[in-house]
């Protein structure tokens, strides 16, 4: 039987993130340009999986530099392409995870873990509603989170984050 990990509590500005504060910059970058917003746009529009050319109706690029601005993105870990799609663009997942974010209008996206769950009010600039189960006990649960944070119902929330593993230093999908 193997031990329990030992319970470590830090708060948001004592964690320790796996990439240096250079690739953090490029990343969010990244996640500025053209192509971004018109992948993150088709997510909320449609969800996806996103073929390159639906991406390249909405984007404007084409061919061999949108080929070679996605493998970018893929190899920056910013999304991930399999099958020739774009499946995840984070914070959004096109697998189901047990993170569900309902938009103002109802529809629902998945996103790849409870800290994305958070991001997307304050990316979209709307009110959303998160839907999740306590990975303790399993009970539902369900709160609003808007551009500036949580509703009342989720302050006496906790969000517990693990640490990478090698074999999970890209994609996550269910922290």
């Not at 103002?104 to 997307?120: F, I, K, P, Q, S």
Request: glycine letters at 8%; hydrophobic letters at 45%.
């Amino acid at each position: 039987m193997r031990a329990a990990a030992p319970l470590v509590i830090k708060g948001a500005d004592q964690l320790d993130w796996l990439h240096s504060a250079e690739r953090r910059a490029a990343r969010r970058a990244a996640r500025e340009t053209p192509l971004m917003r018109a992948i993150f746009a088709l997510f909320v529009e449609r969800g996806g999986p996103l073929a390159p050319a639906d991406i390249a109706a909405l984007s404007g690029e084409r061919g061999p530099a949108l080929e070679r601005a996605l493998r970018m993105l893929h190899d920056d870990d910013v999304i991930r392409r399999r099958e020739d799609v774009v499946d995840v663009a984070y914070p959004f997942s096109t697998a189901p995870t047990a993170f569900v974010v309902a938009l103002g209008d109802g529809r629902e996206r998945y996103t790849c873990c409870a800290m994305d769950a958070l991001g997307v009010a304050p990316m979209l600039g709307e009110r959303v509603v998160v839907r999740s189960r306590c990975h303790h006990s399993g009970e539902p649960l369900r709160f609003d989170v808007t551009p500036d944070g949580t509703g009342a119902e989720a302050h006496a929330m906790m969000v517990w984050f693990g640490e990478h593993g090698d074999e999970r230093t890209r994609v996550m999908d269910g922290l």
